[in-house]
């Protein structure tokens, strides 16, 4: 694993473009399967053209994989569905534009959930995408191609994004570090959507510095996003190796029935840890999360459900045998959607549907203002909130796929986060049996530099951060 | 007072097109693609494709509170945008970005010319939604092979104004869409004229029946035709017992009857929920410095017209019907007598423009003035000046050329009184008869004049000279 630093000394020598045949060179021999494309030329042609000419951009010449569900022009874009096959977006995401202004050099598109509704990266259409800790286990979801990739050495950094844990789960799950910011701090202009009011872009990198480097680059306003907000923050500043009088709320409700008693022990000496370098504790209470799950699949599947509508084999995409309108776009979307997709698809129309709209969507939204006000009481007293990231580490492949509930109960430390829209980074805090372990700091709304600084202090002072997986 | 015999109740759903914007409404494509090939005007965020976001265009908002002040109606402190699912291939999302709750304006109201005078149509809200893209079918609908789709049109900015049940008849429904369209020319925020530019939803029950909404009108006098069918066939329905039923029917224009649509397409339900990638718009704010930039408005500028310059209520109404045809008047009434100007363009020129199927632009104002002047002066006569608006209109030409090649000329007074001398004494048995108290002898000696004269002399002035001389 190497960080952007260490990068740098070789690439300002001029060897991006041998960096980047290294890191091709390892995804070429990879098991992992955490790449859906590989952009292999086009890569190799913009880090010798950083080597000739140079580039004054603070990601120039490094390598970066995108999740596949961020349009990339020229460049396959699928979302790991069949019904997206050969689709090539015209575009670039904003987030794109802005890596390349900075140098980056985008490597590849990444394994991911079908239209990132997953945890565990095992319902793409292109195969599940394996944990490098343990090749029989999932690498988490929906961003584990991403996660995958940045843990077993494929690439220094990547982008995910997150609609309700889908940075933050992959990234506990695979030992890297992984943030969702605050709804609105990067713009969704060609993020394609899965539920538009909860989701965010996210970086993936192996430290606390490394994420801030490419937060910086992909933060900011854009006027396509009218969710987008105008605030110009240097994160990396942010990084101080210090905690002292950091007030910490541990929400107890995050350790719930189900959470796997390794990660609970090592979440709490984590918070000793930031406790024993100046941090103090405080008491939260945060009553409405038992019900932020139900909430959240009801607003996420509902949203989903009209996001989706589109695919219909008209203008891109899967095309079946051509019939009448009717016959042919049932067709494309028999054939195109996996079944995650159609159960969510299908749910969500039945949650917006006349006579439910009420009971389901009106009331799941009104649950979201309470977890909201959740959040506002808690902020009160505390500064960050620290939580275990997911309840348990990784799982195995096909334990729980045909068990849609118990997947969906895996969301339940991570989905209240999307439902209030505040930031949460995951950073790795332990293990447990040679599993990595991580947990979540949540910060308030737009305070991303308290929960950067948290997780850079916890990093300086331990080296859970520096473990890799054997064989990587 | 209209009894209105059958109960008829008619509402009207009118999608206007806000096609003098220069870009659409949610993305930065312009409008301006009439002329140019399809799918020339497009991009992701039209296109719907994967990934690409809305942005409202602020200037389509202005344009919506315009009209939204315009039809008196209140305007939102927020207002918000939904979405309405469902599928069909001209709709690039498989949704459309529309209003439910919230909409721009409401609860307003507009006064049209009614069965039996001024009459109040209330307007139960303006809404603004995104057009979508435009099929065209080979041959007809249910024998085309394909479909082509254009998206050019997707993303237009739409205004919907529904109106409450307010219309009494068929010609009440026209009444309307005429004034609805007279006030969105003079809010310069619609062209008519081109494609698409107004396409009309019409709501239609009478005693004893429910509503049928009739789909695919486009024109006002398609309007007031699949409303009178519609009315026959629901009359003819209860008549023969049977029951009117709540359907959607498709107005067909060619045959110019309504059809009962498939249930396929009739059994909606469209999900609404708020659009998640549009925050809510706050515009309590905008409505006042808009209404400062209203224009005159086509009711105002009459009951001016008939104060200023003195005309009738009738000429002013006529004249203030479009925009174009009122600052015509204008400008000619500012140089000539209102009065004269406003019976010339009215009784005359109106009415060959009509005929013709001409607009006001095909006319100039100077030659209206020249027209005017030669009347003033006594140079022509009245059927000389129809003749010279005649000629401009299918042959061109100024009016003094007109004048010229065509001998228009008024002859001189001795001239006539000579003629009238000589038809005198040429006609003693008409001259005996008019003396004896046959007025209409007179004719036969007007009309020699008139053939002395060879038709330049004024009839009624040769009159005048004739009695002079008789008594
Ligand atoms: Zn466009």
Redesign the interface.
Known sequence: MATINELNERIHAGSSEEIVAEYLERIDSSKLNAFITVAKENALARAKEIDSEGHEGSLAGIPVAIKD???TKGIL?T?ASKI?TG?V???D?HVIERLKEAGAVIIGKTNMDEFAMGTSTETSFYGPTRNPWDTDRVPGGSSGGSAAAVAGSEVPLALGSDTGGSVRCPASFCGVVGLKPTYGVIS??????Y???LEQIGPFATTVRDVATLFDVIAGYD?????SVDKEVNYSSALKNDVSGLKIGVPEEYFGEGTDENVEKTVWNAIHTLEDLGATRVEVKMPHTKYALSAYYIIAM??A??N?????G???GLRTEDSD?HTT?SQVRAAGFGDEVKRRILLG?YA???GY?DKY?LKALKVRTLIKQDFELAFKDADVLIAPTMPYPAFKLGEKIDDPLSLYLADVDTVPINLAGVPSISVPCGFSHELPIGMQVIGKHFDEATILRTAYTFEENTDFHTREPEGF | MYDNPDGVMIGLEVHVQLNKLKTKVFCGCTTDYHNDPPNSHVC?VC??????????NKKAVEAAIKVGLALNCKIEEHTQFY?K?Y?Y?DL????QITQYDFPISSGGHIMIEGEDGEHRVGITRAHMEEDPGRLVHEGTIDKSKY?L?DYNRSGMALLEVVSDPDMRSPKEARRYLDKLRNILEYLDVFDGNLEGALRVDANISIMGGQRAEIKNISSHKGAERALLYEIVRQKNVLRRGGIVVLETRHFDEAREITMSMRSKEEAH?Y?Y?PE????PLKISGWAPAIKETLPELPDARRLRFVEQYGITDDHAKALTSELKLAIFYENVAKKADPKTAAVWICDVLKGELNYRNLTIDSFKKEHMLSVIGLLASKKITEDGAVDIIRTLLDKGGSPDEIVAEKGLLKVEGDIVSTAAEEAIKENPQAVADFKAGKEKALNSLVGAVMKKTKGRADARAAREVLLGKLG
């Open positions: 569900n961020i349009s874009t979302c997206l689709y977006p015209p575009y995401a969704r202009y060609g993020l394609i959507s539920a538009n009011s006027a396509r996003d009218s969710t509902s949203e459900s009209s989706l509508a589109r695919f219909d008209m203008r891109y309108w776009f129309t917006l549907s006349a709209h969507y | 992701p296109l719907g494709l994967p990934g690409a976001l809305p942005k409202i979405r699912n599928y291939p690039p999302k498989g949704f479909t789709i339900d999900r929920f998640p990638d549009l925050v």
